[in-house]
């Protein structure tokens, strides 16, 4: 799907007709609330309000709304077939429309692929050709949109001193508080996009007093402030890392949090075929364990407050002079092998080298790592500059502070929850000193809670925008449905305040609302702003490159405290900030690295735990000058001794719905990287709810490592070792659709894998099949949210995961190997194998799991009885039961029901799923097409991780098409399957992943890893 | 009303040993009456013989029906999952015979189990629960300690002297005359639709 | 003498009990089997619609085809149902009265609800269970030689719709399980797939 | 329970008092009297039981599978442990009249109706599991069954689920079929014994109408040898076909060819167990002491001992195959049944199977109930851990990603507790109200009960 076929909304629909739209919500919503299908217990339930409509058009109910009625009827109940009074334009009940529209939920905005099936946006996806994102891929939080678009936590109504108000008396008390105010604060996310901008201009010309903060709770500013001084302009540096061979991250997870992690992602991967032109080796000295250090070559546990001995050392070795870099290695425990590699790299690929710094590291690192990058020459060729970002730098918090202590007349929170994750202490104490606030956000959260006008927010996806996506660039965003719940969009609530204020200004006055007022900012004909809309965005990039770097005198940072510990605050991969603390499929994501769903933890190294004295969830107080929190202990192995690290934006007390009273706010102690005094803490043992509890794929309980040979890796010499084998005596003993030898491991495959019954022939049709390489796997997690969404998979909360019922049907094993200080990581992302004999058919006694002619592995939820037999006999454990009914215990309202995927059956309790290669979009591509018994081209069908997936690690499709993407995966000479000589027949291929050790430092490790 | 004004049915002779059983059965075997019986608690050994009985013609009915139940269970797997709604399975041939053959040996065993039930029912004449054992108070001399020897009067050689006669000859000391109930008598007569009654061996 | 209770009549008595017993069984299974058989609970459903629509005139008397107000059946999964705007398209003229110089009782409903522009609530006829993925478009291609009747019955001829197929899966394997055979002049050879992902996902 | 004391020591059938009215008498006894306090007593804590698993069953179908302690890599828990430890325990009494049967084994006699009622019961019992283990029962009774439906959609008979539900039901229907054949001459005896009409009555339809016609006897003795010959191999397929459900599969420390001999021998173990577990009982309080000998009690201890060093050999032979197979995931598999999250599960099985029957060597400890009593209930314990282990090598197969271990709940407490209350409520109204020894064939094997070869009077 390209942005061409995205057919372009009809823009007047929702504008003109925003109330009236809403009311027609409403009215939906009335009417979906009577058709509620209660969920049966002994029916597999499709989406019951599968074809409500909703988008657009004041005439519209809704179409072919299913209405489940309760008829005294022997027969099953009456059902009724609501047709539309008038149907919109290009709507057809059933088939879904692609709208181009900006994903401005993160710090980058995204080009974003809306998939809308009457009148529901159901699937978002990224935009293929987006400057950003240009293989359409997407990270998980994009893919996890939906759930906070259909969240029923929303605030409903506005709000004053607690009591529901109109909108209208909402804007008045505001109207009237802002005359005459003297100081006026407003505060808003740093990402407002270039209209917001130029109206927030406005809005503070009408009120002289008004200041403009950018809240970000847990920001880059410090990295931003000295880019700011040494680059001279208020830009961000980007990342061209496909030109690079040598990248060194220095606590930047730039493959999961820090900055452009699409871009950094597609950069990255593209260098990462052991057998491609580039082979570019990865560089991690972190504190915490990272699906970056997961995917590095060499990874070194880095104290992060000895960050300065370790930027100052590799500096001074770089010219030359090694003797700091060795003394700190001596120090901090650093492997003096590993550095030289390094150094010897970066100076061997002058120019195609980059240095990557977190944003929670001292401003001295930062300017340090930028004069490092000069003198590697990166600028222009593995960095670039964007002097336009979309995001401003923050305003500093202590400013916040005291603007709020002076006491403001009005103080004004769009978009921002400070009470909950403001770092620091004293927020709450000021925010009372304000005479006047008014907050706006998504739900009534715990700053929302505390002011005297709270005001809903349209969501993002209900809403228009623009944003500066790069240099050149504007991005557009369509609502892509009338508010679910009368919320508005924060520009329509400057607009509406502003017009207020600004008396005598006519074309404000005219500005119906910010739709009219971003299509005047935008300034185009119809058609043009109709083909921007077709788009997603307009203009080309620019080519801007990054600025020599001035000298600036920033303060040496302390050194790390010896017997003192450092906190990380880190953002978490799957929630960031703690944004999307309110979004339940996020929250029951797996962390990448240590699986915990449903919390933070205190992670630490297990050495460090033992020297506390705890174990796995017992409590810590860590305490950071005059604030505490008490966390829960996880050790984990590769996090740096006597660092502990945690996840932000936890703890959220009020309007996260499900996320409410999940985790610890660490908030309290500050911001980044911090200094702290821990200690043992009593209380009971925490449950802490992971999704895998054994990392080692060799455990065993002897000394003798049981080599199970799950995933494989190996090191360049032993690949090129492996590779001068002789080839195999004789092939014909193994299935052909193997076709090699697997890597490194050839002992297990010299088993002849026989069938006693003749096997079933494919070679007719199409045969399906998927290939990842677990080279390419950084462990972002967007495959499984791409999954979840598709295929309308239920989350069943922290306890149902800790008892071992999580319902992924895609998930990322994660294998750790080697030293417990700084392991070894495989990432395996697991998922249904398809196998051609399938051991799960043959124990299902009803036929409920079958093999279609296709070679797919087929589930019919509708004849499943529930025995688990299937998935006893799975050896890869990949289905997933229906203990409860999750799917009603995890729909608290009707509108969530909007929410499923009508191309695919909502199952109920007591069924099996499992990944059905999105059979969905398989059947929809063969649809597409008439039935002329033609074969589907080669990547006509993607799954759902296939598209999301932002290193292209997963590939998907016919492997009958010679010369096609499987066909030529499965004839990598890295490819295998996973326990191939159970003779199961996979059609799930997997690359083994070649990890690019330094030459030096490259030996044959003995067994498989 | 008396005794000797109702319908003689039969006689019985009842004995406490089972040798003298074993006699009497042969003497009344080779006094070549045919519609005569033995009653006893439990089964007695070379009763059969003593008595001339032929073998019983069970093992036929079982084996019959087992094998017809073993190829019947196999025809409908086979239709089942090859001819009206082939269904791939694990890799499998539709007719995938190896995997049949549990449900085969039990299909065949459950028609044996359910022919031997029935044919045993059938043969052994059971639910009939009317006897002249019954109507003359003598059934729970026979089912729980002491043995019989029947004699019917439907039996051409029957008349009441010349069964008394062979049954003292046995020595039997406790030798009864079985009347017919006397609200039944005239009914009995024409009851033709209890055939049972009639039938060779029912007492 | 005797109270023996297994008498002659005893025997009797039990016997006609089981006989009747047998029989009972026998008939009622056969009468329940067949009522609850859903096929049959499915076939014959016609229930009363909100308003009197009636095919037998459009399809019948006027020979409308049946793709003109059912406009998606040719291009998507569900036929669609025409919205009152799409009647509205020729009833804004057409306002036959009856003999006696009144409305139509439909003709009166559709204006109806044109005024209060609201949608028809139409009951579901051929309604399949939610778990069923049906799509019109992929049955009426040319080679499949199907036509809405065979399916829908003679919707022509219904003055108000009744379901005459019963839509269970069996009925569908009827047709699917057919040999393949040629079924357009460019004569295509199909055979229509019968496995599980077919219909359920 | 206390094991009763052995007060007297009775030489077997062949004592004294041992009449044909001695031997009606004292078996019915139990039924013809009004129920003792003791029997009351008994039933009401049956009954408890019978009702905890009632409240379970309802309280599982009513929620989910969600309320036991199942999981994704452990989809059987506790369900399918009792089930197949309640079958197993159902093999015992078509074993002994069955098998023994046609081994001519005259002291079965007096065991075996009891053991063959304990079949039955304990078949209806483990029925109710594969039930309620799929939360749905209804669907579950209607589609495993080969039904024709509106769907055109048959079963998979490649499936060793479906080999349980026709081999399992045809076991329940043919035991079933056996005990009442051998019932009917009892029943008659019961019926022309009773007094009260409606007795009579009751037992008489049960008896159809039997009346020990030597005519009938004939084709009868012939259909109960049928009955015997059928059940034999039936027997051993049952407990095969249910060690299929894991032989087959591909999970190692499941898929064993070991698996059906040892699970009919494990089946044959427990069910001698359960067996000289209740008859010790059963025969003190129903003071059958001279029908069931000490001389029976000891030929079981023997057939226990004899099988738990069949399973032990199993056991050790599948440590042996695991280790010689050289396949990683097979070794590992054995080495965590031992010294996993449930080698404790494993040391008990060990220790009730196979070292405590050691004791049965000695003559003194066969034939003294106190010290005999102990040692068939752990057996009954430890066999109850051998599924239980069995099933537990889900916890940890092949992908160490997706190992999780199994904790059972209160729910799947409440339906291994309750199901022996279900089966103790069966078995005693079984004792009420049939005799709980053959009568007939007791009868038969009594001293001067047959005829002297050669005699005539």
């Known amino acids: ?1009 | ?203 | 003498m005797s109270s023996t209770i297994f008498t002659r009549a005893f025997d009797r008595r039990v016997r006609t009990l089981l006989t009747v017993l047998g029989i009972s069984v026998v008939v009622g299974g056969a009468f329940g089997t067949h009522t609850l058989w859903q096929a049959n609970m499915e076939q014959g459903y016609s229930p009363a619609q909100p308003l009197a629509f009636n095919h037998a005139i459009m399809a019948g008397t006027h020979k409308i085809e049946c793709t003109y107000c059912h406009t998606q059946a040719l291009k998507g999964p569900h036929a669609g149902i025409p919205t009152v705007a799409d009647c509205m398209k020729c009833h804004k003229e057409i306002q036959t009265k009856d003999g006696e110089g009144h409305l139509k009782e439909g003709l009166a409903q559709l204006n109806e609800y044109w005024r209060a522009k609201t949608p028809i609530p139409w009951v579901k006829v051929h309604d399949l269970a939610d778990f069923v993925y049906f799509d019109h478009s992929r049955h009426l291609q040319p080679h499949t030689g199907l036509q809405c009747a065979d399916c829908h019955g003679d919707v022509a001829k219904m003055d108000r719709v009744t379901r005459v197929n019963s839509l269970k899966m069996g009925w569908c394997l009827d047709c699917h399980m057919q040999a393949p055979q040629k079924n357009t002049p460019e004569g295509w050879t199909t055979r229509a797939p019968i496995h599980c992902t077919t219909c359920h996902r | ?457």
Request: hydrophobic share 40%; charged share 20%.
């Open chain 1, 1 to 1009: 799907m390209s942005s061409n076929d995205a057919t372009p909304n009809d823009p007047t629909g929702y504008a003109e007709g925003a109330p009236a739209g809403a009311d027609a919500m409403h009215q939906g919503l009335a009417v979906l609330g009577r058709s509620e299908v209660p969920i049966h217990d002994d029916h597999v339930d499709a989406p019951s309000a599968s074809e409500m409509t909703r988008r657009t058009a004041m005439k519209m109910l809704s179409l072919t709304a299913m209405v489940g009625m309760v008829s005294g009827c022997v027969r099953k109940p009456e059902r009724r077939i609501i047709a539309m009074h008038d149907r919109p334009e290009y709507q057809q009940p059933g088939m879904p429309l692609y709208y181009a529209s900006t994903w401005l939920e993160g710090a980058h905005p995204y080009g974003l692929l809306v998939k809308q099936i009457d009148g529901r946006p159901i699937k978002l996806e990224g935009l293929q050709g987006h400057p950003l994102n240009p293989g359409g891929k997407s990270t998980g939080p994009m893919q996890a949109s939906l759930y906070s678009l259909y969240d029923p936590e929303r605030l409903r109504s506005p709000k004053q001193g607690g009591a529901d108000v109109s909108w209208s008396a909402a804007d008045k008390a505001v109207v009237g508080a802002l005359k005459g105010a003297q100081r006026v604060l407003l505060v808003t996310r740093s990402t407002l996009g270039p209209a917001e901008k130029a109206l927030v201009a406005r809005f503070r010309k009408a009120v002289p007093g008004a200041l403009h903060m950018h809240y970000e709770p847990a920001q880059d500013r410090v990295r931003r402030e000295v880019w700011k001084q040494v680059y001279g302009a208020p830009g961000e540096v980007t990342t061209s890392l496909e030109n690079a061979k040598v990248i060194l991250s220095i606590d930047s997870d730039f493959l999961g949090t820090d900055g452009d992690v699409l871009g950094n992602t597609r950069g990255f991967s593209a260098t990462r075929d052991p057998n491609g032109e580039v082979f570019s080796r990865l560089y991690v000295a972190e504190s915490g364990m990272t699906g970056t250090g997961t995917s590095a070559d060499h990874r070194i546990p880095l104290r992060p407050s000895a960050a300065k001995e370790f930027v100052v050392g590799l500096a001074m070795a770089l010219g030359g002079d090694s003797k700091t870099l060795s003394a700190s290695a001596g120090r901090f425990g650093w492997d003096p092998k590993v550095l030289e590699a390094l150094v010897k790299d970066l100076n061997a690929n002058r120019g195609a080298a980059a240095v990557l710094a977190g944003p929670h590291l001292p401003a001295f690192v930062h300017s340090a790592v930028a004069s490092l990058n000069a003198t590697l020459g990166a600028a222009g060729k593995t960095l670039g500059w964007n002097p336009t970002p979309a995001a401003a730098i923050a305003t500093d918090p202590a400013e916040l502070l005291q603007a709020l202590n002076a006491g403001p007349d009005v103080a004004i929170f769009l978009g921002v929850n400070p009470m909950h994750d403001f770092p620091g202490a004293g927020f709450a104490d000021a925010l009372g000193k304000a005479k006047f606030t008014v907050a706006q956000g998504l739900t009534e959260d715990e700053t929302l809670a505390a002011a005297e006008i709270a005001l809903p927010s349209a969501h993002a996806l209900e809403s228009w925008n623009d944003a500066a996506v790069s240099p050149g660039v504007k991005g557009l965003a369509q609502p892509m449905i009338a508010p679910l719940f009368g919320g508005r969009q924060i520009g329509d609530s400057l607009l509406a305040w502003t017009k207020a204020l600004a008396t005598g200004d006519d074309a404000l006055a005219k500005t119906k609302d910010f739709h009219a007022w971003l299509k005047s900012a935008w300034g185009l004909g119809q058609t043009a702003w109709e083909g921007a809309l077709r788009k997603g965005y307009v203009g080309s990039a620019a080519k801007t490159t990054l600025p020599a770097p001035k000298g600036a005198g920033f303060p040496e940072p302390a050194d790390p405290v010896e017997g003192g510990y450092d906190v990380v605050l880190a953002l978490h991969p799957n929630t960031g900030d703690g944004r999307w603390q309110g979004n339940a499929w996020l929250l029951e994501t797996p962390e990448t690295c240590n699986k915990v769903v449903w919390d933070n933890v205190a992670a630490m190294a297990p050495s460090t735990a033992s020297a506390l004295g705890v174990e796995e969830g017992d409590w810590i107080k860590v305490t950071v000058g005059e604030a505490s929190v008490e966390l829960p202990v996880l050790p984990q192995p590769g996090v740096q001794k006597n660092t502990i690290v945690t996840h932000v934006g936890y703890g959220r007390t009020k309007g996260a719905g499900h996320g409410n009273g999940v985790g610890v706010n660490v908030a309290a102690l500050g911001v980044g990287l911090l200094a702290a005094k821990v200690v043992k803490a009593s209380g009971d043992k925490y449950l802490i709810s992971r999704t895998q509890h054994v990392f080692d794929q060799d455990y065993s309980h002897t000394d003798t490592p049981v080599k199970r040979h799950i995933a494989l890796s190996g090191t360049p010499k032993e690949y090129a070792e492996y590779k001068a084998q002789p080839p195999r005596p004789d092939p014909s003993t193994l299935d052909p659709t193997d076709g090699t030898l697997s890597f490194p491991d050839t002992q297990k495959h010299k088993i002849p894998l026989t069938q006693i019954d003749e096997a079933v022939d494919y070679s007719k049709g199409a045969k399906w099949g998927l290939a990842i390489d677990l080279g390419q796997c950084t462990g972002c997690n967007a495959c499984m949210l791409a999954c979840q969404t598709e295929n309308n998979i239920v989350i069943d909360g922290k306890e149902e995961v800790a008892k071992g019922r999580d319902m992924s049907w895609i998930r990322i094993d994660r294998y750790e190997a080697g030293p417990e200080d700084n392991p070894e990581i495989l990432l395996q992302p697991m998922l249904c194998q398809h196998c051609d004999n399938a051991p799960c058919e043959t124990v299902c006694p009803v036929n409920a799991t079958t093999h279609s002619p296709e070679g797919l592995n087929e589930q019919v939820y509708n004849r499943c009885v529930g025995t688990r037999y299937c998935n006893n006999n799975c050896p890869y454990k990949v289905r997933r039961f229906n203990f409860f009914n999750y799917t009603g215990k995890q729909t608290t309202s009707p509108v969530q029901e909007l929410r499923a995927n009508p191309h695919v059956t909502v199952r109920t309790r007591g069924v099996m799923e499992k990944c059905t290669f999105c059979i969905q979009r398989i059947n929809a591509a063969k649809f597409a097409v008439p039935d002329r018994g033609e074969r589907l081209k080669d990547g006509a069908v993607t799954t759902a991780c296939q598209q999301a997936c932002p290193a292209d690690a997963i590939v998907f499709g016919d492997a009958n098409i010679k010369g096609g993407k499987i066909d030529r995966a499965r004839k990598s000479d890295l490819a295998y399957h996973v326990l191939e000589e159970i003779n199961v027949r996979p059609n799930v291929t997997y690359a083994a992943r070649i990890r690019n050790v330094h030459p030096d430092l490259d030996h044959p490790v003995k067994g498989g890893h």
């Open chain 4, 1 to 457: 329970m206390t094991p009763p004391e052995e007060t007297e020591v009775v030489g077997g059938v062949s004592g004294p008092q041992a009449t044909l009215q001695k031997i009606d008498d004292d078996i019915a006894a139990p039924f013809e009297s009004f129920p003792t306090t003791r029997w009351l007593a008994a039933f009401t804590v049956a009954k408890i039981g019978a009702a905890i698993f009632g409240i379970s069953f309802v309280y599982t179908i009513a929620v989910g599978i969600g309320s036991w302690g199942n999981n994704n890599p452990v989809g059987w828990g506790f369900a399918i442990t009792n089930f197949v430890f309640w079958i197993g325990i159902g093999h015992a009494g078509t074993l002994i009249s069955a098998i023994l049967y046609l081994l001519r084994q005259k002291w079965r006699t007096s065991i075996a109706r009891f053991a063959e009622a304990m079949t039955i019961f304990a078949v209806i019992v483990a029925l109710q599991f594969p039930m309620v283990h799929t939360g749905r029962p209804w669907l579950a009774a209607y589609w495993l069954l080969p039904l024709p439906n509106a769907n055109g959609i048959w079963v998979n008979f490649r499936s060793p689920l479906l080999w349980d539900v026709f081999a399992v039901s045809t076991y329940a229907l043919v035991s079933l079929m056996f005990w009442y054949t051998g019932l009917i001459p009892d029943l008659a005896a019961a019926r022309d014994r009773a007094t009260h009409r409606v007795r009579k009555l009751v037992y008489g339809i049960l008896s159809l109408g039997w009346k020990g016609s030597n005519r009938a006897w004939q084709h009868y003795e012939k259909a109960y040898l049928l009955f015997a010959g059928l059940s034999t191999p039936l027997v051993l397929s049952v407990h095969s076909v249910v060690s299929f459900d894991f032989a087959t599969s591909v999970i190692p420390g499941w898929h064993t060819t070991i698996f059906p001999p040892y699970f009919v021998a494990g089946a044959i173990f427990s069910g001698f167990a359960m067996v000289a577990t209740l008859i010790i009982i059963m025969r003190k309080y129903f003071k059958l002491q001279h029908i069931i000998t000490i001389d029976h009690l000891d030929v079981m201890n023997r057939i226990v001992l004899v099988t738990s060093l069949m399973v032990g050999y199993a056991y050790m032979m599948e440590l042996f195959i695991a280790w010689y197979s050289g396949v990683a995931f097979e070794r590992f598999a054995f080495m965590n049944r031992a010294f996993g999250s449930y080698g404790w599960a494993y040391a008990i099985m060990v220790t009730c199977n196979v070292i405590l029957p050691q004791l049965l060597w000695f003559k003194k400890i066969r034939r003294t109930i106190k010290y005999m009593y102990p040692i068939v209930i752990a057996v009954n314990i430890g066999m109850w851990f051998e599924r239980f282990v069995i099933i537990m090598a889900l916890h940890r197969d092949f992908l160490p990603s997706s190992w999780h271990d199994f904790t059972p709940t209160i729910v799947d407490y409440g339906l291994l507790v309750g199901s022996f209350g279900l089966f103790l409520t069966l078995l005693l109204l079984f004792c009420r109200f049939l005799p709980t020894v053959a009568v007939a064939e007791a009868k038969a094997v009594a001293p001067g009960a047959q005829p002297t070869g050669g005699h005539h009077a």
């Open chain 2, 1 to 203: 009303m008396h005794d000797q004004d109702r319908k003689v049915v039969g006689m019985i002779g009842l004995f406490d040993e089972p040798n003298a059983l074993i006699a009497a059965a042969e003497k009344v075997r080779d006094a070549g009456y045919t519609k005569w019986d033995c009653h006893t608690p439990y089964p007695l050994h070379g009763l059969d013989d003593a008595m001339g009985l032929k073998p019983s013609p069970m093992p036929y009915i079982t084996l019959t029906a087992g094998l017809i139940g073993g190829c019947l269970g196999m025809y409908m797997m086979y239709w089942m999952s090859a001819v009206d709604y082939p269904v791939r399975i694990g890799g499998k041939p539709y007719f995938s015979w190896p995997a049949f053959v549990p449900i085969t040996f039990e299909a065949f065993v459950l028609f044996a189990g359910l022919a031997t039930m029935g044919g045993m029912i059938k043969l052994t004449k059971l639910g009939r629960w009317a006897s002249p054992l019954h109507d003359n108070d003598v059934m729970v001399e026979v089912t729980t300690t002491r043995l019989g020897v029947v004699l019917e009067a439907e039996d051409p050689k029957f008349t009441q002297e010349a069964a008394q006669a062979l049954l003292d000859e046995t020595g039997c000391q406790d030798i009864r005359v079985l009347y017919a109930p006397e609200d039944e008598a005239s009914e009995d007569e024409a009851s033709e639709d209890d055939d049972a009654a009639t039938e060779h061996g029912e007492v």
